[in-house]
């Protein structure tokens, strides 16, 4: 059990609650906030005659119409039902599911004006696996994620529909099995649901994991690649590589240094005096991605960590404040810059498959003991730069987009949910590449024997070869794909 404290949260504590599916109650302290900023809002409503925005007021443009006390919760439920207007695929589950951990982290902090019964409604679906379908099309990424997050929200309302044990069902009917009633939204709980950047920080932080693992998978895969190329070690000693000054760049150097020791393949003479850039630059293209990741991860973290609705409630300053914390523009750059940097970690790799099938440095020609009869690896290659191509077409930036929304009150928009769903398809493109490659170098590290290499990458080989056999002719290469993908995924 993971209690809510509103004391600062990493991502990996995210990560974990996720991956062990780890279950949710709220502290003390933060359900007394709740109730507190709730309480406030309700007297301040009831005092005062002045217009608080979402609150006794439209939305967007509507933002000087008046609505009367008697209509503040229909305007509530209304707001969420008019916004649910998705598009496109159902985000997938997994990203559904850190939706509500971190629309419930968010309106922890009491400064949303929400009734502790919605926080609680959302600790439910979350720990009962109660994922509400979303969509990815709808936000601009400004006035927070309207469109994914009122879909997420419809359940609260008895609206929607949600995912439960792995079936489709109406909201109504999940209410029923668990003898729940609809949610009455009070004034200002709709837009306390709706904005927000929950939908992009959830794709931000899951391609950030994911990223990472990547990261550190593909180091091991480019040595066994290096190793199966009979490449050069002088790129990765320390003096040539610390004189950069680049802390990514220093730190891939090290762990290469590491994964290498102890290899006779490293160590022999070589015949070549230098090694094409795919391999020599690899701590300078690996490295400058891990600089990426670490910058991304900072941005992304505050991120998790705020209060992005709006207006935002201080009761202990008497104060409701409409400003613009749901605009999406620093996840909007990060996930642009983190789509660029993983997508270079693909391209360096597509690089790396094509040296090892070329025929050179005594590997035979696409990596079969008999080219010409057999086309070998040659096609598995065509698959990968086909899918590097389509990331370079991905990285396009969503970010220096906008479109004038709500009758000009909402001029500025960071698009930045089309930043996350192209990252999302990014991260699920470098799986497919890395598999690939470590398809082709363990083809070729067979070529290499009988020397040994180092105890990291005979274990990722043996490893490997439990899934994936040596080929020794050609054959329906689709499902060994398949399952070089599972192994990268998996491992």
Known sequence: MKTITNEWISLEEIDQILHENIKLNLADEVKTAIVKCRDFLDEKVTKSEK??????????????????????????????????????????????????????????????????????????????????????????????DLAPLAHLSLPLIGEGEVYFENQKMTSDKILYKFELEPIVLRSKEGLALLNGTQFMSSYASDCLSKSKKLWNQWNLIAALSLEAFDGRKE??????????????????????????????????????????????????????????????????????????????????????????????????????????????????????????????????????????????????????????????????????????????QEDHVSMGANAATKLFRVIENCFSIQGIELLNAAQAFEFRRPLKSSQAIEDLYVNFRKFVPFLEEDSYQHPLMKSSEAFVKRV
């Open 235 to 408: 790129p990765f000693q320390a003096n040539v590589n610390e004189i950069r000054n680049q802390v990514g760049q220093i730190q891939t150097a090290e762990i290469f240094r590491t994964i290498l020791e102890g290899s006779e393949i490293i160590s022999r003479e070589k015949a070549h005096v230098q090694d094409p850039y795919s391999f020599r630059c690899i701590p300078q293209v690996h490295g400058a991605t891990k600089d990426t990741l670490d910058h991304c991860a900072k941005i992304v973290e505050r991120e998790i960590n705020a209060v992005t609705d709006n207006p935002t409630v201080f009761p202990d300053e008497d104060d409701v404040v409409s400003a613009g914390n749901f605009h999406g523009q620093p996840l909007a750059l990060i996930m642009d810059f983190l789509a660029i940097a993983m997508a270079e970690m693909g391209s360096i790799s597509e690089r790396r498959t094509y040296k090892l099938i070329s025929g050179t440095r005594g590997l035979p020609a696409f990596l079969d003991k008999n080219p010409g009869l057999n086309s070998g690896f040659m096609i598995p290659h065509y698959t990968c730069a086909s899918i590097v191509s389509q990331n370079k077409q991905l990285c396009t930036p969503a970010s220096v987009d906008t479109i004038d929304s709500s009758n000009g």
């Open 51 to 144: 217009l608080i925005y979402g609150v006794n007021t439209g939305f967007g443009s509507l933002c000087n119409t008046a609505i009367s006390a008697g209509d503040l919760e229909q305007l509530q439920r209304n707001l969420v039902l008019s916004h649910a207007c998705g598009m496109g695929e159902e985000v997938p589950k997994e990203i559904v599911k850190r939706m509500l951990l971190l629309k419930i982290l968010g309106l922890s902090h009491g400064n949303s004006g929400v009734q502790l019964e919605t926080v609680e409604r959302l600790i439910f679906f979350f720990n009962n696996d109660i994922l509400p379908i979303v969509y990815q099309q709808g936000s601009l990424g400004a006035s927070g």
